[in-house]
């Protein structure tokens, strides 16, 4: 599929129908056309910026100045050129204590580097993209350096949502959690659809930034001092805290929920205000197609939308073969880089709902200690005016990269356990998360995966409080089982494919995987981000 340059100057939805409805709304990303170079290819610029949210003013890292960075738009068979540009200051020196492992406590939190998730192409984390020596470091663009990433997404690529954010050991929950994240739209199969073709198509990024309250500026920022204990409570004079002071919820950067009077754990202390969320206007009967982003740093969405027909048309960016009626007591449980795109189909009848993340703790499945949250309205939709006929697709597109699946026990076995060691002397926060009983060692290279070959995983959550989102790089998982001690609600009936699944607390994941077409070095990870910039991270080798 080619796209015109109408289309790739259109930065948050799929057409400028969409643009001008989510401009009204206050939803949507920004317009790229300025950052386009040339067909498919875009710069970033990492900057601070100082901008408003809510009542408060925030001063912290971006793409280009905004929350959420601008939307990229390509296509399977086309190539995507991105060039990060680092315009952040220099680090300040920082120098680990004796003792203190200065790989896995958060540092450096000027440099970056660039993940397109979920996007299966070249392995990008290690130095130089595309390598497969297993010594290889991560790559690390310093401030005041450029590097540009040739990616080439293959010709039978999925269609649907993924996402971009920073990858940089040591800084990437700093910046992501400081709102370094944006949009990748491929566009491909799924959108010829008719009855999808009709639908208006809404991009929804949900994003927390952690900030601590700077008192001699009244800003609230995310600046550390690198390998320094944390002060109590978190602020800009101290060590990185995975527990900042507060936490602004919000969806295509507009604030939807503040907690603020954080100490300690986020069970026990602290306390959110919730603010009007984006609205959108429907007809009744109408179809609206909403493409959802889980890009907070730790928090699980259980979605739920009262009174409305919902249906999920792809997990990941890859769509289902046919559409799946969530129950209507059920919830989508959308895990910290998952993504889900959803036809909704108004009621008959003029009504309001809200698009609402259910709160965690109680709900089987979910965190049941210091990541237990409220619920959250994430966006308010209005059913007026006169109906109108519109349906429901009976059958999707086959992802050929994907299907047919795989048969069971495709191959060898791969065992993987996530787990909290407790105390740990190296480790400044105090605790020690591993991927089997291992901190992150950037040299060692747990797994060589064959291309051309499959295998089944099985992925413990050795933790009996608290869920781990797992996360493959460069390859889709195809999930066989999630378990846990309780009964819990899946994300859709499995088997399913994804790039990242939720290991409830205490639970088992199985997922089968075939190794497609790269090779290279790269990770897989908790992305709750504290966690994998803390350890709980390992190397695999595409060989």
């Avoid at 939805?13 to 401009?23: I, P, R």
């Avoid at 109590?232 to 004079?237: E, I, L, V, W």
């Avoid at 994941?509 to 790269?518: A, D, M, N, T």
Wanted: aromatic share 6%; with cysteine.
């Amino acid at each position: 599929m080619t796209l015109s340059r109408r289309e790739l100057l259109i930065g948050g939805t799929a057409g400028a129908a969409s643009v001008a409805a989510l401009a009204a709304t206050g939803c949507g990303g920004p317009i790229i056309s300025s950052l386009v170079q040339g067909p498919n290819a875009y710069n970033l610029s990492v900057q601070f910026a100082t901008l408003p949210i809510g009542a408060v003013t925030v001063r912290t890292r971006t793409y280009g100045g905004t929350i959420p960075g601008p939307t990229l738009v390509t296509a399977p068979g086309q190539p995507l050129t991105i060039t990060v540009h680092n315009q952040l200051p220099p680090n300040p020196p920082a120098t680990p204590a004796p003792g203190i492992d200065p790989l896995d406590n958060p540092h450096a939190f000027n440099n970056t580097n660039l993940h397109v998730h979920g996007l299966q192409v070249v392995p990008h984390i290690f130095d130089p993209i595309g390598t497969s020596n297993p010594a290889a470091s991560i790559i690390a663009i310093a401030p005041g350096t450029s590097l540009q990433y040739p990616f080439v997404l293959p010709s039978d690529h999925p269609s649907g949502l993924y996402w971009y954010h920073p990858h940089a050991h040591g800084s990437t929950d700093v910046q992501v959690s400081g709102g370094m994240a944006g949009l990748i739209i491929v566009k491909g199969p799924i959108d010829q659809v008719p009855e999808i073709a009709a639908a208006r198509d809404i991009p929804i990024a949900v994003q927390t930034l952690n900030l601590n309250l700077d008192p001699s500026t009244g800003t609230y920022t995310d600046d550390y001092i690198a390998y320094q204990p944390a002060t109590s409570p978190p602020g800009p004079t101290g060590g990185y805290t995975p527990r900042s002071t507060d936490i602004f919820v919000l969806v295509n950067g507009q604030l939807v929920s503040h907690g603020s009077g954080f100490v300690a754990t986020q069970a026990t202390s602290g306390s959110f205000t919730p603010s009007a969320p984006p609205q959108i206007q429907m007809a009744p009967g109408e179809v609206v197609r909403l493409r959802i982003l889980n890009g907070a740093n730790v928090l699980l969405l259980p979605l739920q939308l009262p009174g409305f027909a919902v249906y999920v048309i792809a997990v990941d960016g890859v769509n289902l073969l046919a559409p799946y009626l969530v129950p209507a007591s059920g919830n989508i449980p959308l895990a910290p880089g998952n993504r889900v795109e959803l036809l909704v189909q108004a009621p008959l009848t003029p009504q309001s709902s809200t698009l609402t993340a259910l709160a965690t703790g109680n709900l089987p499945g979910t965190d049941k200690s210091q990541h237990t949250w409220p619920p959250f309205g994430l966006m308010q939709i209005v059913v007026s005016g006169q109906p109108v006929s519109m349906s429901i697709p009976a059958s999707l597109p086959t992802p050929t990269r994907e299907y047919p699946l795989l048969a069971n026990n495709p191959g060898g076995t791969r065992n993987v356990t996530f787990n909290d060691l407790g105390s740990g002397s190296t480790i400044l926060s105090g605790t020690d998360l591993t991927v089997n009983n291992l901190l992150y060692n950037e040299a060692n290279v747990l797994f060589n995966l064959p291309v051309g070959t499959a295998d089944t995983w099985t992925v413990i959550n050795g933790m009996a409080m608290e869920g781990h989102p797992f996360h493959l790089h460069t390859n889709s998982m195809q999930i066989m089982s999630v378990t846990a001690p309780y009964a819990i609600n899946p994300l859709i009936p499995v088997p399913y494919i994804a790039d990242t699944v939720w290991i409830p607390p205490g639970g088992t994941v199985v997922f089968e995987i075939l190794y497609k077409q790269w090779y290279g070095k790269t990770v897989f990870h908790c992305h709750k981000l504290p966690h994998e910039d803390q350890g709980m991270m390992a190397n695999v080798l595409y060989v």
